[in-house]
């Protein structure tokens, strides 16, 4: 079968990946240069995979380090998870983002073309559909400039690859438009694993759970929702990986390009997600209100019926199997992957 090279696999949504392309047949190689993931998680996949999965250390913006792993593997297909996602470290630090985010995956698909490797899988983010004029999201709601050089960098590297597959009409661009990805595999060994104070939902919860923390502050609690708090599409990572095992099935050696939203179509609200982590511990969690963070849109979820029709995949974890999980990685390993 198929060999993909999973640019960014050591990180959260890779590791993941790499275990569901193996699980389906195909031969993943990694190639991470560990910028925000840590070597440790290399044996966890192993283990779950039961068997050694090839990995290249290096930097996609690194035109020799990319030229070892095509010369080394005959590669079919590239998904590229490689990327630094923090939207407040962005406004800080938007060379970095455009540097490493942008340039970096215009390196990538200039040694692919040379490779004549035509297959391509981004990870796009619903934040490319900005504050939404309307709810649920379809993969035709309009694209808007973003609020933070982050999100900016997911328009802009959607818009190139658009244009390159005009250009280079053997290309199968893939741009997946994740919602909120949360949990960690059923096994325990691999998760998210965020550096310092985590930014976002999830994680923070988990670590107020195990007592890293002493309460969650949820931020803002007037807005026009039925509870006033913010309202996601939260899905299972394992549900997410799933989906671009379905898009690589789909897409792969059929040029175009081919948007599909990951979500499950449902949106939790921040205190919806709180109930549910408190009954997976069995004891209710601490939380506060707090004021609303910039840049938080008020409600964002997936219609995700395109997925359905024509790659056959829908996500099929609840949210009980998002908490449980996400709690379970925390408790076995409470400071993540210690090297
Ligand atoms: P992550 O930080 O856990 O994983 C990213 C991995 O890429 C890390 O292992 C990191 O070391 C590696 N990396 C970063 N820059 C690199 C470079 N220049 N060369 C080689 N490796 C590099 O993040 P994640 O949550 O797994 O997200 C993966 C992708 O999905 C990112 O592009 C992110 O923007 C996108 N995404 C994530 C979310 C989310 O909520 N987690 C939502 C939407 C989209
Ligand atoms: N929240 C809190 N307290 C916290 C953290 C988050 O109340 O400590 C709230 C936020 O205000 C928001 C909701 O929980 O209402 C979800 O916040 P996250 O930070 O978990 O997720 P976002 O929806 O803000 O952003 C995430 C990723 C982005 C991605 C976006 C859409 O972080 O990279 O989903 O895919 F672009």
Redesign the pocket.
């Known amino acids: 079968m198929a060999t993909i090279l999973v640019t960014g696999g050591a990180g959260y949504i890779g590791s993941h990946t790499v275990i569901e392309l193996a699980n389906a047949g195909y031969d993943p190689v990694i190639f991470d240069n560990f910028c925000n993931s840590k070597p440790a998680v290399l044996a966890r996949i192993n283990k779950i995979c039961g068997k050694n999965i090839p990995f290249v250390c290096g930097d996609i913006r690194s035109r020799e380090q990319l030229e070892q792993a095509f010369n080394n593997y005959k590669i079919d297909g590239v998904i590229n998870f490689a990327g630094l996602?923090a939207?407040g470290e962005s406004v800080k630090k938007p060379l970095e983002y455009y540097d490493n985010n942008v340039n970096g995956a215009r390196v990538l698909l200039d040694v692919m073309k040379e490779h004549k490797c035509y297959n391509f899988i981004f990870s796009s983010?619903?934040?490319v559909y900005g504050e939404p004029d309307s709810v649920p999201l379809t993969e035709e709601s309009p694209v808007k400039r973003a609020n933070c050089p982050?999100?900016q960098t997911?328009v802009d590297i959607e818009y190139m690859c658009q244009e390159l597959q005009k250009a280079v009409p053997e290309f199968s661009m893939v741009l997946l438009r994740?919602?909120?990805p949360v949990g960690a595999h059923k096994s325990g060994l691999i998760g998210e694993d965020p550096r310092g104070i985590?930014?976002?939902?999830?994680p923070?919860l988990t670590q107020v759970a195990v007592g890293r923390l002493p309460y969650?502050?949820?931020?803002?609690n007037d807005y026009p929702t039925p509870d006033g708090?913010?309202v996601?599409d939260y899905i299972h990572v394992v549900d997410l990986a799933k989906g671009h095992v379905a898009a690589l099935n789909h897409c792969l050696n059929m040029p175009g390009t081919h948007i599909y939203n990951l979500g499950t179509g449902v949106g939790y609200s921040?205190l919806d997600?709180v109930k549910a982590f408190s009954k997976a511990i069995g004891r209710e969690l601490p939380y506060r209100f707090?004021p609303r963070?910039a840049g938080?849109?008020v409600q964002?979820y997936s219609d995700a019926t395109k997925a359905k029709k024509e790659l056959g995949w829908s996500a099929t974890l609840s949210l009980d199997d998002m908490t449980a999980d996400s709690y379970n990685w925390q408790k076995n390993n409470p400071n993540g992957y210690e090297d």
Request: aromatic residues 16%; positive net charge.
């Open positions: 996602k939207v983010s619903a934040t982050y999100g997911k994740y919602f909120n985590p930014n976002n939902l999830m923070y969650l502050n949820i931020f803002g708090t913010c996601r921040v997600m707090a963070r938080d849109v964002c």
